[in-house]
Structures are given as structure tokens and as C-alpha cells.
């Protein structure tokens, strides 16, 4: 009873338990009030503690990682730099918006010019003052389409930067009410003259340093003493910290159940019940805006064909998905990359059902020649990604479709495989508004437009919606944009996943953050151990 109770008040500490499921579990198991209560008053009582070492395992390694923010595709270099770098703000757990580089933001009425004020007294961790000359440098390389950045999308619709003492100050081509949510977006890590220099040089504002790196191996950070934010006691709590590369899902689960690591990402689902069991560990699901993929270019045969695209959606049974590759943990998708999460979403789009007739249908029509129609996937791509092609082959072979599997190495697949074969699985983590989750992957002129959707008439109205104040308007455009999508675009989303963490017991402080995995890549940062 002891060790059950313990369990309990751990979760409660990292959040996933309220105090009135504890009192109810805790009665349950013949606890008196008086007890129960007592543990939550310790649990209350909790102070940060800062020292030690905290190892977090995570998918999305791989031997061709780089520093540079512009590069960064996959899990591992994003939880990586956020602990060397900051962005101008931050996004916070519940959709606001904290400032990081920048002290405070402010916009015109029309939103066409924005002016950042940069803080004051931070450095970066080489110990150079941080100026907002850096800032316009920063965004300045990004929209530079030699850098090949995964935030080029997002800053093209600058016009023009410059600099008025201790401010940033940006004008847009069309107005943008969201524009300081994208300016949070992890690819925009504010780094010397913008990174001009060495952009793989891990110098940057965040609370650790980069000691060792090890390209799909490991990397770890030392806790900077003059951290602008505050000593160990406020924030940023550990001396160091390791990021582990595991991408097999096996060996993240083995590692943290044997103590090597403190905390892991991409819990698998069919698992994630059965290791929540254990008496000294926490599986913390965390619901938002992150969706499981098949992907086509819808510029390169045979996925140009529209009557292919359909008998392909239609032959997607996302239900058995959610079931059996989720074990229940998100919702099924309809093929547009915005689901509830989001503020404008349109809950009356119809719902894409599984259809083996109108698969059969769709590609006859199609005029397909019969030869094998290449999927690629890997365990890397998201959990239970090579499954999900399974099942998908069994439904498209039902309706005549023959699609073929190829599954491909983990290491590479970010760089070989995603946005560079005509069809494979991956994944989005979302992004907090539909501005930037289109203009990041559907703008025909983003660097990350993984389907090839280019579609002018598309382009114009995220355009329009950006610059629109009026709410109902703006979320009418926004409809039109998943309809068009949903209908005629090469994505496929059987599935929005929940991002399932785990972590040992010792790990306080934990906030779920809908944003991304292990607290958006901020469980270094606001965790301690007991």
C-alpha cells in the first residue's frame, strides 16, 4: 500500500494525478483523509533542488546532425539546442507567449510592423552582449534561401529589418497578428551576427553549454553560472545534462527502467500501460497538436494523379489505427494537418471515412499501370511506423491498390528519405497557430513543403487570413484552405498522437506541454530531482 501511495503522490507532483483522484485512490486503497492529506501537504511542499545529472533518451538521432538551428529536422538536435539556445519568446504550456531574448513586443494596428525590444544584460555563452543587430542576423540568415532554414516559410513575408538602438523592428508585406508565435518557432535560436560565422557553433542564450557532441551518440551540457534568468535554485536546475540517442524504442524503455536514463520520449503505446505499472516510474500523455503521417509529392508520378491520391485516402482505415498503432492515446485524422487544437479550426469539414469501394473506385479511375506504388518507412519515423504501413498495405491491397513497403535504416532518415522520396511516413509536431503550421509545410515556396503542394490560389489565401483581424472571416479563409487540402493535397493523417513521455519518479516539476515532447524540449530546464 506504502509503495502504491508513494506512486500516487509522485504523479501528482508531476501533474498527471489532481489532488481529488489522489484523495479518491488514496480511499480506496483504506487510507484515512487525514493521511492522504498529509502526503499532499509534502508533495506541496516540494522545493526545487539544484545539482546533479539528468539524462533524457530520445528518438530522432542520427550521424548527420548539426548544430545549425536552420537544419534541424528531428527530435534529438531540437532538444539539444534548446538547452544552449533561445528564441525572441517562448511558448508557454498554455498557449501564451513568455519573452526570452526579447524583454517585451509590441505591433501596429494593421500588424505590418513589429518591434522587439531586446533584453538587456544577457550574453551569449561565449560572453559577447547580445544586441539586436544579432536578432536581425538571425533573421536575416533564415530568410536566405541558401540556408535551406525550416523556418524559411515563416520569414519570407518579411519586407524589411532594421535596428533602433535595443530594437528589433520587422515589417511584413501583409500584416500578421501571430507573427510573435512564430518568432518562438526552435529553427530561429538567436546566435552571434545570426550565425554568419560558425552557425554549427552551439553558442547561444540558454541556461547550458555544449561540452561533448557526439553526432547520433550523445550530447552533454554544463549549466552556465550566469544564466540571465537566474542561479539553480530558480531555474535550470541541473549541473549537467545528457541527451541520449536512442532510437530504437526497446532500448529507450530498457534504459529508463534500469536507471541510465531519467526520462525518454516516444513511449510506444502499446507498452505505454503496462510501464506506467512500475512503481518508480510516471507515463505522463500529454493531447495537442501532433499528427502521424503519410506523405506524397503531389508533383511526381504516380501520386500527380488525383484519382491515386483519393483511392489512397480513402483506402486509409484511421480508426484500426488510432486502435492499434495509438492503443487509444490521440484521435484520428482527415487529412489536413489541423485538428481541435487549434483556434480556427472547422469542426463541419466532413470526416474522410474508410472506404474500400470508393478506394477501388478512385483508382481505377486513375488509370494506375498496376506496378508496386512504394511506401518507405522506418521504426524512426514515429512509433509504430513500420505497423501502420502494415496495416495500410493490408487495406490497399483490399481495394485492389498495390502498395509496397520499403523500410529503410533510422540513421539517415531525416536526410535521405523525408522530403526527398515521393512518399513515406512522418511525422509533425504542430504548431501552435495554423499561420505557421501552413506556411512551414503547404507555402509553395517553404523549404520544409514536404507533399510539393504549391498552389497559388492556396498561397493567396494564407495570405489573406493572416492579414485579417475579423475572427469569423479569418477562420471562413482558414476552412476553405483544409477543404481545398483535405480534397486535392498529398497528406495523408490517419492519426493525431499524443506525445507519451516517461520519467523516473525522482523527476519533479513536470508541466504538460501540448506544444512537443518532454515538456517541448523544456524537461531540462524546469525539472529537478528529488
Known sequence: MLHDLKHLSARVAAGTLTRREFMTKAAALGVTAAVATSMLAQVAQAAPVAGGTFKMGVQGGESTNTQDPAAWASDVPIAGGFLWGEALVELNADGSLKGQVAESWEGSDDATVWRFKVRQGIKFSNGADVTADDVMQTMARHSNEDSKSGALGIVQGIKSMRTDGDVFEVTLDVGNADLPYLMADYHLMIQPNGGFDDPAAAIGTGPYTLESDEPGVRMVFKRRPDYWEGDQTVVAHYDTIEVIVLNDATARTAALQSGQVDAISRVEPKIAKLLDRAPTLNVLSTQGRGHYVFIAH????????????????????????????????????????????????????PQREFDLEKAAEHYKKSGHDGS???????????????????????????????????????????????????????????????????????????????????????????????????????????????????????LMVPMFNDFVDAVSDKVQGWEANPNGALMYWKVGKYTWKA
Not at 508520378?301 to 486502435?323: I, S, T, Y
Open 372 to 490: 508496386p506504388i512504394i511506401l518507405r518507412t522506418a521504426n524512426g519515423a514515429f512509433p509504430g511506423a513500420v505497423d501502420a504501413a502494415s496495416l495500410y498495405q493490408q487495406s490497399c491491397q483490399a481495394a485492389g491498390i498495390p502498395l509496397e513497403i520499403k523500410r529503410e535504416p533510422d540513421d539517415g532518415y531525416w536526410s535521405e528519405v523525408w522530403n526527398v522520396q515521393p512518399f513515406c511516413c512522418s511525422y509533425w509536431s504542430g504548431r501552435p497557430v495554423q499561420d505557421q503550421m501552413y506556411t512551414t509545410a503547404y507555402l509553395s515556396t517553404a523549404d520544409w513543403n514536404d507533399t510539393r503542394w504549391k498552389r497559388p490560389e492556396f498561397d493567396e489565401m494564407l495570405l489573406e487570413a493572416r492579414a485579417e483581424i475579423d475572427e469569423g472571416k479569418r477562420k471562413e479563409i482558414y476552412s476553405q484552405m483544409g477543404r481545398l487540402l483535405n480534397e486535392e493535397g498529398g
Open 298 to 349: 503531389v508533383d511526381t508520378a504516380p501520386f500527380d494523379n488525383l484519382e491515386l491520391r483519393l483511392a489512397l485516402k480513402h483506402a486509409l482505415n484511421r480508426q484500426e489505427m488510432v486502435d492499434k498503432i495509438l492503443q487509444g492515446y490521440g484521435s484520428i485524422g482527415n487529412d489536413i494537418p489541423i485538428n481541435a487544437a487549434y483556434p480556427f479550426f472547422d469542426e463541419t469539414i
